[in-house]
């Protein structure tokens, strides 16, 4: 009897220590239509202990049939992530296994500057963030001409640009990065949750998931952007450009365009903004003389810069050296580009990147994916 007791008392015991260490996982349902939510929330047991204070969730959906896998990704605040995925109307019918992981830390890009001088001893770096405000720093360099920032929590995506302390005409650096986020990580927690997208009442079987092996490598595409082809008669490569990275409000078409690819008229510019002056009627360029940077008015109304189609103050665009613009595109007064557009005018600059960046040119420059937004779709 007293051996029965001791072998319960250590059974609880063992149970209790499994459940401390699992990832709890609630989610509202496991048959979704297309234009359902997926509302889900994730707590991490005693995280304190754990030593996961700063955690990351991944959510890698894969469809089990065809093996294309969707990722997403959240932060933990107090051990909990919680989000909701809405399925998008291109969503096969069939089953899914959604794959909740966890990788410890937070966001953070690490790097090197190649070119690193030994009398080079920090750099600066800019960070655009979609829709907050541009964040700005110089950080310290090793030896070796190595760096790391801060901890970051962002959504969507941000830009960054690294540039010499010393303020030169062109950007010389030669920028290495590498985020955790985006590398392999092994998962010190793990859980999955079978789903159905579709009309079907048939649920996921012993037989459907038992052929389903869940791996870390990308079983598909879907994380990466496709190259870029041209089909019919033959288009200039700024063209091409504006085909492949604007979005949404930035295609007008009405917009004048400027070719900074093949067209070097741009990349001989002193600025930018001294370049549209001169193409653009009405544009006026002055500069500040308490800040000494340049302004761009139109109809009397300071203009909307954004970078990247992310929105910067005309102070932070001193960063972005001409040669390194692959297209500007220049909106008449009222752009309406965002809410709070208002009747001003607007000035979009695309930097070189992908197939159109110059191979044997520096990189300063980079688009770095953040978390998942709260409410995302699932496409």
Not at 86 to 93: E, H, K, L, R, Y
Not at 157 to 173: C, D, G, I, Q, W
Not at 202 to 228: A, H, Q, W
């Amino acid at each position: 009897m007293r051996t029965l007791l001791l072998l319960t008392i250590c059974l609880i015991g063992f149970t209790a220590a499994r459940s401390s260490d699992s990832l709890l996982v609630d989610i509202n349902k496991t048959n979704f239509k297309k234009g359902d939510t997926i509302d889900f929330s994730c707590i991490i047991p005693q995280f304190e202990q754990q030593k996961l204070n700063a955690a990351s969730l991944h959510v890698w959906i894969d469809n089990i049939t065809t093996g294309t896998r969707w990722k997403f990704r959240y932060p933990f605040i107090n051990g909990e992530a919680q989000a909701a995925i809405v399925v998008g109307t291109a969503i096969p019918n069939g089953h899914y296994a959604v794959n909740f992981l966890v990788q410890k830390g937070y966001f953070r890009m690490t790097g090197e500057v190649k070119n690193h001088l030994s009398s080079e001893k920090q750099i600066n770096y800019m960070m655009v963030p979609k829709n907050k405000r541009t964040y700005f720093e110089t950080i310290s360099l090793n030896a070796d001409g190595q760096f790391r920032l801060k901890s970051t929590l962002f959504e969507d995506s941000a830009y960054f640009v690294f540039t010499p302390v010393k303020r030169n005409e062109k950007n010389t650096l030669h920028i290495g990065i590498e985020t955790p986020l985006d590398s392999s990580f092994i998962p010190v927690m793990e859980s999955r949750v079978w789903v159905t997208v579709g009309n079907t009442t048939t649920r996921i079987n012993k037989n459907d998931s038992s052929g389903y092996v869940f791996n870390m490598e990308s079983t598909s595409g879907t994380d990466y952007l496709p190259g870029v082809t041209v089909v019919g008669k033959y288009k200039k490569k700024v063209e091409q450009y504006d085909e492949f990275y604007s979005s949404g409000l930035f295609q007008k078409p009405e917009a004048m365009i400027f070719d900074g690819i093949e067209d070097e008229t741009m990349a001989r510019s002193m600025s930018i903004l001294r370049f549209l002056e001169s193409k653009v009627p009405g544009l006026i360029v002055e500069k500040d003389q308490e800040t000494m940077t340049e302004l761009a008015r139109w109809r009397g109304e300071p203009v909307e810069i954004y970078l990247d189609e992310f929105r910067v103050s005309t102070q932070d665009i001193w960063v972005v050296s001409p040669s390194d613009v692959a297209m500007v595109k220049v909106y008449r007064p009222p752009a309406m580009l965002s809410p709070l557009s208002g009747s001003a005018g607007a000035i979009a600059i695309y930097t070189k990147r992908g197939d159109f960046r110059d191979k044997n040119r520096f990189r300063h420059s980079f688009t770095v994916k953040g978390y998942t937004t709260a409410l995302s779709t699932w496409q």
